[in-house]
């Protein structure tokens, strides 16, 4: 009997893109031996014509081609929980729908999980050509910050294209918060993991929706979720102010006595007070990310929503809202 494999492909304005990616994944198919396909693309929330496109292929090879449909823009880590959800195969890969994955390197990474005993093949780019370079720098120093602070190692270049087997995701399924970073996710759950580079790949249409902006951000929710160094940090912060401070007032005492304070004291009492109070907002700052994070944990929002799931022999999609069903 032939084996599954579950195809999960995000969609954000899209619709160039995701007829491409359907051919292109099509022409290696017959590079898989005994494996069957199964397509889950998802759309998280496209005003443009990305699901259209979608309904289209649907229709078109509708035995193997599946979508979901958001109510809104969700974001790719929901979009990504969602297809893992749906996923039904016994292998499962995630993939751009813009072509930057290669899907020729699929073969191959089937071959290791038959062959071996990994449970993952991740993939990680060996450049960045193509990319501005201030963003370049800035995600190689993201790379070397987050392995330095947290316990979870992430793997400089490495993407989300990875196949797994069934056994991984469902352990990944097993974490439901709504604040999610999968890269570090799926180093987290610990299972073995080998992982093949390549040359970093244009898109073949459209433009990408992620900026600097967004990176930063995304980069941000990396550290905080899988790192405390920065609490460690507040704490840190607050102490050698509390202690400079200290010393601060010993000096102004000191020379209070031996020479007198021609000022009155105005300029070093406004030169504390506003040392202090920077450092006391920034500490507060660093604390109220987390309690952020907490906050939207136990608000126990559902990661996403969907308006529309379409496949054959429907089954209502399962939604987590923490520990209720």
């Avoid at 729908?97 to 191959?108: E, F, G, K």
């Avoid at 201030?134 to 190692?153: G, P, Q, V």
């Avoid at 898109?203 to 550290?223: C, H, M, P, Q």
């Avoid at 929002?301 to 939604?319: A, E, G, R, S, V």
Wanted: glycine share 6%; proline share 4%.
């Amino acid at each position: 009997m032939a084996k599954k494999l579950s195809i999960i492909v995000p969609c954000y304005f899209e619709e160039e893109s995701v007829p491409l990616f359907y051919e292109a994944v099509e022409k290696v198919k017959d590079k898989l031996v005994d494996i069957e396909l199964e397509y889950w693309f998802i759309n998280d929330g496209s005003t443009d014509n990305t699901l259209d496109e979608m309904q289209k292929l649907q229709a078109k090879d509708p035995e193997h081609v599946h979508y979901v449909s958001f109510s809104r823009n969700f974001g790719k880590e929901a979009a990504l929980y969602c297809g893992l959800q749906e996923a039904t195969g016994d292998y499962v890969t995630v993939m751009d729908v813009d072509l930057q994955d290669p899907p020729d390197m699929l073969p191959q990474m089937l071959e290791i999980l038959e062959t071996t005993d990994y449970d993952c093949v991740g993939t990680r780019r060996v450049d960045r050509s193509g990319e501005p370079p201030i963003r370049s720098f800035f995600a190689r120093m993201f790379y070397k910050l987050i392995n330095k602070i947290s316990d979870t190692e992430i793997v400089d270049g490495a993407r989300d294209f990875r196949l797994m087997t069934r056994q991984m995701v469902d352990a990944i399924l097993e974490m439901t918060e709504y604040n999610r970073f999968s890269k570090g996710i799926f180093s987290w759950v610990g299972f073995k993991t080998k992982y093949l580079n390549y040359e970093n790949q244009e898109r073949v249409a459209g433009e990408t929706s992620w900026n600097f902006w967004s990176l930063f951000k995304y980069s941000i929710d990396g550290i905080v979720n899988f790192s405390q160094f920065p609490l460690d940090i507040a704490a840190f912060v607050g102490f050698i102010s509390s202690v400079i401070s200290g010393l601060g007032i010993l000096f102004i005492v000191a020379r209070y006595l031996l020479h007198g304070d021609p000022t009155s004291g105005w300029a070093s009492t406004i030169c504390i007070m506003l040392f202090i109070g920077g450092i006391q907002l920034f500490c507060l700052g660093i604390v109220g990310k987390y309690i952020g994070k907490i906050f939207t944990e136990v608000k126990i929002f559902p990661i996403y929503l969907p308006t529309i799931l379409k496949q054959n022999n429907w089954i209502p999609p399962i939604i987590f809202f923490g520990d209720r069903w």
